[in-house]
């Protein structure tokens, strides 16, 4: 074992969260279209990849790397999709996700819109989320709440509002700020990137 391999291992093991925010950043979207040659679903590898680092952020300390940090990653994912494949079969829903094989998919694809996903994570952590905003200023719930659950553009919130766009700014950059704070103790770094993108 390397020593940046070594330094990295125990970095994750400590529960080192500017690392898992690292690697979270530098291999989510490849890690999400690995996924997805395997369930065939978007929101589905991406919550299979979400429930990869959660997992291992939360049994950092039993964390054994014993070749790179990306083989780990990849083969993590790899191993969590077939079991989500594995399920379905059991539940005798893999008939709904088998298609011809095409360059680049190894055969599984998502064809029905009502199988339900493995995984509650982001749902929870939506809900927890939900929570705390609810607890924000009116304004900056209000500002948050148009522009994280219902995609409204600045422009949008501030004709709205009746605000201009430099206050409706002020008012979302403050909620984040209040968000982060109050939500660092229930999720790592990582989901809070993931459940807070794209809102600025």
Not at 28 to 34: E, N, W
């Amino acid at each position: 074992m390397d020593t940046d391999l070594t330094y990295i291992a125990g970095k994750l093991q400590e529960g080192d969260n500017d690392t898992y925010v690292l690697l979270f950043r530098k291999y989510y979207v490849p890690l999400c279209a690995y996924a997805r040659r395997y369930v065939g679903r978007k929101d589905i590898s991406e919550e299979i990849v979400s429930e990869t680092f959660f997992h291992m952020w939360r049994n950092h300390a039993n964390l054994e790397i014993r070749s790179s940090v990306k083989a780990y990653l990849f083969q993590a994912v790899c191993n969590n999709s077939l079991n989500y494949l594995r399920k379905l079969k059991k539940e005798e829903k893999l008939e709904d996700f088998f298609r011809e094989p095409s360059s680049g998919n190894i055969g599984f694809a998502v064809t029905s819109e009502d199988i339900p996903s493995d995984s509650l994570i982001l749902k929870d952590m939506s809900e927890i989320i939900f929570k705390a905003v609810k607890l924000l200023p009116s304004q900056q719930q209000t500002v948050f709440m148009l522009r994280r659950f219902e995609g409204r553009k600045m422009s949008e919130i501030s004709e709205i509002m009746g605000i201009s766009i430099k206050t409706t700014e002020m008012h979302l950059s403050k909620a984040l700020v209040t968000l982060r704070k109050s939500l660092k103790e229930y999720l790592p770094g990582f989901l809070l990137l993931l459940l807070l993108k794209d809102i600025l």
